[in-house]
T-cell receptor, first 113, second 111 residues
Framework: DADVTQTPRNRITKTGKRIMLECSQT?????MYWYRQDPGLGLRLIYY???????NKGEISDGYSVSRQAQAKFSLSLESAIPNQTALYFC????????????FGPGTRLTVL | SQKIEQNSEALNIQEGKTATLTCNYT??????LQWYRQDPGRGPVFLLL?????KEKRKERLKVTFDTTLKQSLFHITASQPADSATYLC??????????FGSGTQLTVLP
């Protein structure tokens, strides 16, 4: 399984602040993803990247931006956090094998006051 | 738009029984379907994948079926144990679409 780490694990911030969530992986998987999870809504895709030069918007990209600094690193930024961005955020990685099996990090719990 | 529904938000069963979880979808023709397990405070963990041309897949006590006519997948855990208690997510994918997740079913196996 991919070793996927996320930092920070918990973050409380205030409305209007800029926040960066970081994800790194040690298995050399090409594909990286950012999701948010809200109760009753399941996992929703924010952004995904198939390699360092490839960035794609997901279902709910408004208010977020990403950076793929290296094959192993994929960061999610909230330029100006708002309370409805309070959620559990997951990074996932996957192989370019055609079935999109994904391996998830432990998550970051973000609270925007 | 595509929609994925998982049966009831919570399912309670007695230890030793078979748990059956349902994943229904509409407005979608997935090439494959995946099931993940998620424990509280943790990321989802991949369990099984079944392709559109497969009827059934098994892994230890787990069995998944995929009926593209009914647009439904059933996920079975036989001889269930309290350690099987978790939320189970189904996810659909194809070459044309990114993986789309259902909202999950919370399973509790009572001792």
């Amino acid at each position: 399984d991919a070793d996927v780490t996320q930092t920070p694990r918990n973050r409380i911030t205030k409305t209007g602040k800029r926040i960066m969530l970081e994800c790194s992986q040690t298995k050399g998987h090409d594909r990286m993803y950012w999701y948010r999870q809200d109760p009753g809504l399941g996992l929703r895709l924010i952004y995904y990247s198939f390699d360092v030069k490839d960035i794609n918007k997901g279902e709910i990209s408004d208010g977020y931006s990403v950076s793929r600094q290296a094959q192993a690193k994929f960061s999610l930024s909230l330029e100006s956090a708002i309370p409805n961005q309070t959620a559990l955020y997951f990074c996932a990685v996957g192989l370019a094998e055609g079935t999109d099996t994904q391996y998830f990090g432990p998550g970051t719990r973000l609270t925007v006051l | 738009s595509q929609k994925i529904e998982q049966n009831s938000e919570a399912l309670n069963i007695q230890e030793g029984k078979t748990a059956t979880l349902t994943c229904n979808y509409t407005n979608y023709s997935p090439a494959y379907l995946q099931w993940y397990r998620q424990d509280p405070g943790r990321g989802p963990v991949f369990l099984l994948l079944i392709r559109e041309n497969e009827k059934e897949k098994r892994k230890e006590r787990l069995k998944v079926t995929f009926d593209t006519t009914l647009k439904q997948s059933l996920f079975h855990i036989t001889a269930s144990q309290p350690a099987d208690s978790a939320t189970y997510l189904c996810a659909l994918g194809s070459s044309a679409r990114q993986l789309t997740f259902g909202s999950g079913t919370q399973l509790t196996v009572l001792p």
